[in-house]
């Protein structure tokens, strides 16, 4: 391991269970091992971003924290739960508690903002209201108060093909946000934007997870991004954790051990004054 940082200062979740607890954990595909023994904690309301060179384990890593990877070996809990374990209704009972924010939106382009961001409460309705997205108003007031949280209120009735990259992103964490979740997994949400929409979106992004005391993991390929937004960078490097820390402590030397020498990734942000 090449540097482990300081702890966060902040109290945020202290002497709670971490939303997320890693321990030995090994990921594959086949005889591959995408991630190698590493053993992780994320305190509630933390927000994470995890960077390193592609092919290092990080989408391998989220996918296992929503059940879509298996656990080889080792441990991972993730909200009081090991995913690896479940099937099924149970399954999708543990997933509807975890919001996933994907890099191209998973969006359905011809349906209004309002159905794509009512679609996150459909877990939590009776059966055949969620097969008529029959909404009642309680419904309607937290799908406007979700689009409120990412200042797309006044785009409620528009189809969502007719959005920006960055207003479909907004839509896509007002879905997340709408299924109450304990925790949101980002997927390289800003890789497809420029760079002052993935400013907006990374800001709204943050600023919810405030707001609504949520645990984000992010995956980044841009420095600039988590060092601005990101309480804590985790690094990894051929499956494994080279670097664990305060944003601060990512000097252009721990930068240079991580990505081995090669150049930093693009500055996500770099062209905003």
């Known amino acids: 391991m090449l540097d482990q940082g300081s702890a966060p200062s902040d109290d945020r979740g202290q ?3 971490p939303v997320v607890r890693a321990r030995s954990l090994v990921l594959g595909y086949g005889e591959r091992e995408a991630v190698r023994g590493i053993d992780l904690d994320v305190r509630r309301g933390e927000f994470l971003a995890v960077i390193g060179p592609s092919g290092s384990g990080k989408s391998t890593l989220m996918l296992a924290m929503n059940g879509s990877v298996p656990v080889r070996s080792g441990t991972l809990v993730v909200d009081g739960q090991e995913p690896s374990g479940l099937h099924g209704a149970a399954l999708e009972r543990f997933r509807s508690r975890i919001g996933f924010v994907f ?3 998973h969006l359905v382009g011809r349906l209004p903002v309002l159905h794509n961001v009512g679609s996150g409460l459909l877990a939590r309705m009776p059966v055949v209201r969620a097969m008529l997205q029959w909404y009642t108003t309680e419904h309607y007031a937290s799908i406007l108060e979700f689009l409120r949280a990412v200042e797309l209120e006044d785009r ?6 007719q959005l920006s990259g960055g207003q479909k992103q907004r839509v896509a964490i007002a879905r997340a946000l709408a299924q109450r979740p304990s925790l949101i997994l980002a997927d390289e949400p800003i890789s497809a934007l420029d760079p002052v929409s993935a400013r907006r979106v ?3 992004l943050r600023r919810a997870a405030r707001e609504y ?3 984000v993991v992010c995956n980044l390929h841009q420095l600039d991004v988590a060092k601005a937004f990101a309480d804590r960078v985790l ?3 051929d499956g494994r954790v080279v670097f664990d820390g305060p944003p601060e ?3 252009e030397s721990v930068v240079s051990r991580i990505y081995r020498g090669a150049p930093s990734p693009a500055e996500g942000l770099a062209d905003i004054a």
């Open 249 to 251: 402590d990512l000097t």
């Open 103 to 105: 890099q191209s939106f």
């Open 202 to 204: 990374m800001e709204i």
């Open 156 to 161: 409620v009735l528009d189809r969502c093909d």
């Open 213 to 215: 005391g949520l645990t």
């Open 15 to 17: 002497g709670a269970a």
């Open 235 to 237: 690094a990894l490097d």
